[in-house]
């Protein structure tokens, strides 16, 4: 072995490692994959055979660079076990995929435009199946599990400091309407160029553990009407008493209702058929969601031209008519965030599951 090697080595540790970066690496040749394991099966092997081939005759300088080697692999090795320990707990507690996230995702959709009739065609299909459907699960408690990103944004004296936040979120939703939710961050990091701005909202407001009281009937998703009308008529009110125009204000709170998951596949039918309503609704043909989950998504115009970027809301549901996903991208991004001159995702839930379960903290 050449002192050499060691750097050779330290480029496998490091693509080993990989695993543990928020944004991926390249993927590992089938040569350096091979490499890496046999290194770590020198770390990993038995400690009397280390010590018998250490002490063998000649080998004295070949000593020095294996030890060397090995407090590096030992090094990567612990970094490993850990990484593997954290990126296990998300898998079992999110039953998802996405532990390594790019800091700024791609958009899954970024058409600002489409056929209308196909999209009420199709939401009106989702409605239809939702009121065929019922709620998973048995019990007085309402569960929610999500993964949410989005961006937070400081600005003082000019400048902004610009954050890309993902958390996995468990909400329950008690018999009384008490809500009791458990949040983590699974991934946290600076977006904007600019990063001489303020601090951002502490993180503790996006993790930890916190109950709160029922919310006020008119606003507790899990008692939104059934009937369409009543929705709608309600909605219409709250955007004319605030001044804001209906057509965006009201797919915008019908999304806001839907991405909580608190809200019963009869709730969803009428959401979608208020939504349907909407005259800047378009389809936006099947997709797979961000778990990999087929799907069929539509979109909408949740922007007017004083926010100075154009805003578009996906909806994606399954066959179902279950929603899936709902992700907000805005074409360009607003102006004084620093981010790059493209269609930038400014929020995404992903619905990973919602059912009925026996008691708060319960998730089956």
Known sequence: MSDSDDSDDLVVVRALLGASNPVADDPLSAVEQRRGESLLAVLLADPSTRSARSSRPGRGRGRVVVRRRRGVLTAAATVLVLAGALLGFTVVRTHDQATALPLLPEPLLTATTGDHDSAVAALSEAARRQRESVQAGSGPVLYVRTQIYGLDIAVARNRATTTARTTIGDLWRDSDGALHSDRYIQQIDRAGADIGGPTPVD??????????????????????????????????????????????????????????????????????????????????????????????????????????????????????????????????????????????????????????????????
């Open 203 to 364: 993180d503790d407001q996006f993790e930890g553990r916190s109950d709160r009281p029922p919310l006020p009937p008119e606003f507790d998703p899990a008692l939104t009407p059934t009937d369409p009308a009543q929705i709608s008529a309600r909605l219409k009110a709250y955007a004319l008493g605030g001044g804001v125009p209906v057509d965006i204000d009201v797919p915008a709170s019908v999304l806001s209702t839907l991405r909580t998951g608190l809200t019963s596949p009869a709730q969803n039918a009428a959401l979608y058929e208020v939504l349907a309503q909407i005259p800047t609704l378009f389809d936006a043909g099947p997709i797979r969601d961000r778990a990999g989950r087929p799907g069929h998504a539509v979109g909408v115009v949740v922007s007017d031209k004083s926010s100075l970027s154009l805003g578009i809301a996906y909806l994606i549901f399954s066959d179902t008519g279950a929603p899936l996903t709902i992700e907000n991208v805005a074409t360009p991004p607003p102006p004084g965030l620093h981010l790059p001159d493209a269609s930038i995702i400014m929020d995404y839930t992903e619905i990973i599951t919602t059912r009925r379960v026996p008691t708060v903290g319960a998730t089956t």
